[in-house]
């Protein structure tokens, strides 16, 4: 065993450590997974097996009782993400843990607190901020290429696009499409945006045709994909102040009738504007209004927001998802649901 490399472990070993997380962490040089975890021990065990990982365990505890291990990648359904955090901080575990960070607000902020209070790194795994186009608009922004970004819009629309598993159970997953994937959209964009202060929201939800029969359509499954229930929205819209004074539109869906998109966000900004996808930047250069579309290769996002979490852990530095921003966003996503039932605006 190499003392120089940082000691890894994976704790929720389904679809997300499979096809994300243990892989990019593989790629690395300087990593080693130590141990991995999951409430399913044949899971875990076949896992270990496959990626020659040497401790298994169906208990978190165990595996942050380990000394020599550094950091934790949590994989669990949202409904663990908590507790477990919280153990790995107090354990003086770094932690790189999937969105959403957590149920609701209460939890993220004892999360964010563990994590201060135990001085170790603790990073949302907010991945579209590591794709290479999400990455050059952010650039640009910090150059001030946009001026004042003032207004935005984003969202992802799914036609038929709900997930199978637990995401539809609402003691698992804390939500439906606002949770899951708005997740994604509402961070980037307010991450462009500079990351102002959220002030209130304003939304609807919906829940009509998400639990469909649709045949020719792909989704997500989870590894446990029995005993479904559907007890989420399929789609919703919201209204974001922030005290800056600037706004953000927000749609989502799992399932509607109307075109399929990607994760799209349109940023607006005194001097230029961008967007993704497709990545353009709009401007006036010698008075002629321009639309660019600046030549990058796209890069694996994953690999990339794993090698920064390593960095960080080596280096002592601070991450650029930390704990703080995941509380924002889930501000802002309890909010949504939150104006959803109660009809009207709310301030956060
Ligand atoms: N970043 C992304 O784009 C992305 C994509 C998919 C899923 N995710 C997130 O990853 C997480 C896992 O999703 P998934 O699709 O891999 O689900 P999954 O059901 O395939 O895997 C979750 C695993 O966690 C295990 N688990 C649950 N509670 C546990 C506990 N207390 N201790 C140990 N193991 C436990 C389950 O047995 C299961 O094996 C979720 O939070 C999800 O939102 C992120």
Not at 114 to 139: H, P, Q, T, W, Y
Not at 324 to 344: F, H, M, P, R
Request: net charge negative; proline share 3%; aromatic share 8%.
């Amino acid at each position: 065993m190499d003392k120089n490399k940082v000691k890894v472990a994976i704790i929720g070993a389904g679809n997300i450590a499979q096809s994300a997380h243990i892989p990019s962490y593989k790629k690395l040089n300087d990593v080693e997974i130590l141990g991995v975890c999951d409430i399913n021990l044949d899971r875990a065990r076949d896992v270990a097996n496959r990626y020659d990982i040497k401790y298994v365990s169906d208990k978190y505890q165990e595996i942050l009782d380990i000394e020599e291990i550094d950091a934790v990648s949590i994989c669990t359904t949202n409904d663990a993400h908590a507790e477990i955090a919280i153990a790995a901080a107090k354990a003086g575990k770094h932690i790189l843990c999937e969105k959403p960070m957590a149920m609701n607000v209460k939890e993220a902020e004892d999360m964010t607190k563990a994590a201060r209070d135990n001085n170790i790194i603790f990073m949302m795994g907010f991945v579209n901020r590591f794709r290479a186009d999400s990455k050059l608009i952010k650039e640009l922004a910090e150059a001030g290429k946009f001026g004042e970004i003032y207004y935005a819009k984003t969202g992802i629309l799914r036609r038929r696009g709900t997930p199978l598993g637990w995401f539809t159970n609402l003691a698992k997953s804390g939500g439906g499409p606002v949770i899951d994937i708005g997740v994604h959209v509402i961070d980037l964009t307010w991450y462009f945006m500079g990351k102002p202060k959220p002030i209130s929201v304003s939304a609807a939800t919906y829940s009509k045709i998400g639990d469909y029969k649709t045949k020719g359509v792909s989704r997500w499954v989870a590894l446990d994909a029995d005993n479904i229930v559907f007890e989420t929205e399929d789609s919703a819209s919201a209204f974001i102040r922030f005290e800056n004074g600037a706004t953000m539109t927000v749609d989502v869906s799992w399932a509607i009738n109307g075109k399929e998109t990607g994760v799209y966000s349109y940023i607006y900004g005194t001097k230029a504007g961008a967007s993704l996808e497709p990545l353009m930047i709009y401007d006036e250069q010698e008075n002629y209004l321009f639309d660019s579309a600046p030549v990058i290769n796209s890069e694996n996002s994953f690999v990339n927001e794993i090698s920064h979490f390593i960095e960080c852990i080596q280096e002592g530095k601070e991450t650029i998802a930390p704990a703080e921003d995941g509380l924002e966003v889930q501000k802002i996503l309890n909010g949504i649901y939150d104006s959803a039932k109660l009809g009207k605006e709310v301030i956060l």
